[in-house]
């Protein structure tokens, strides 16, 4: 009632003409919060909360030619804005299996694709990692090379960010999910319990769709091609300044560097997500043999999407990732 009484007894409105609001970029797959500019529409509603019980003012932080010409008339509805995979889509007999899961829909397809490659015990835990939102990983300003020492364990052999993110839960599974053992490796602990219960969630859901828990820990190309598969459309290749280039709908993106592949610049990688800071960085990088992208998603990539001219001069220490 307090939050309601000042809204109604306001005198005065500053009115900067601007406000954040949420956007999602098809081409990059990114949502962001944007400053933009609000319509007229959001204008006259400012305005109309000063003054609702006495005499009240707005004051605009922007000239009358501003508000006829460069703001719209209403606001873009959000539906309009946002990604519509949750929404809309034709399902098909995959699709349907998907649909059980409440996930993304490149992590649910990761998840059926990988009974294919009997390796749904390994992939479920990496959808579980994945979903938990943010790193797992943690860095005191006075122990920073410590932290980064634990972390990098995890990479060692260049497996990828995906497969380190399968070693940190299957160790900390190895030891009875034991809290002193994030405590020395620096995860965080209350990620991997989250984890651990999205992990069983998934199970359950697993044999709902009749998908056999099966392992495949000693083949891990298995499990790289179910991440493939599920995250086909996130592929990018390795251009001579040392930046990415996605594969489709091309822009330049770099490899983040908390990545235990940053130093290493495979050749051809798939990315989980795109996070925009100083620059566009691809977060959760594994690397992919580029006749993968023909095999796993024909209907997307074509021979010529993929060809590799292994002739041109690539970033000192390039590809030199684990083999695969």
Partial sequence: MLKLHREF???????PGFSKMKS??????????????ISKASA???????????AGKCYRLYTAFNYKNDLEESTVPEVQRTNLASVVGELTKAGRRMAEFPLDPMLSKMIVVSDKYKCSDEVISIAAMLSVGGSVFYRPKDKQVHADNARMNFHVGNVGDHIALLKVYSSWKETNY????????YVQVRSMKRASDIREQLEGLVERVEIEIS???????????????????????LQKNG???????????????????????????????????????????????PEWLIEL?????????????????????AGKAAAI
């Fill in 297 to 317: 998603a024909p209907h997307y990539y074509q021979l010529k999407d993929v060809e590799d001219d292994a002739s041109k001069k690539m970033p000192k220490g």
């Fill in 44 to 54: 006259t509603q400012r305005a109309g909360r000063a003054g609702r019980t006495s």
């Fill in 243 to 289: 930046s990415y280039r996605t594969v489709k709908h091309p822009q330049t993106v770099h490899i983040h560097p908390n990545s235990g592949l940053s130093q290493v610049l495979p050749r051809w990688v798939v990315y989980h997500e795109l996070v925009l800071t100083s620059k566009e960085y691809m977060r959760q990088v594994t690397e992919l043999k």
């Fill in 24 to 37: 999602y970029n098809p081409r990059t797959g990114m949502e962001s919060l944007l400053v933009t500019p």
């Fill in 215 to 237: 392992s495949s820990m000693n083949e891990l190309d298995s499990v790289r091609k179910s991440i493939v598969a599920g995250f086909f459309p996130h592929s990018a290749k």
């Fill in 178 to 185: 034991s809290t002193q053992w994030c405590y020395e490796n």
């Fill in 9 to 15: 007894s306001m005198k005065y409105v500053v009115d």
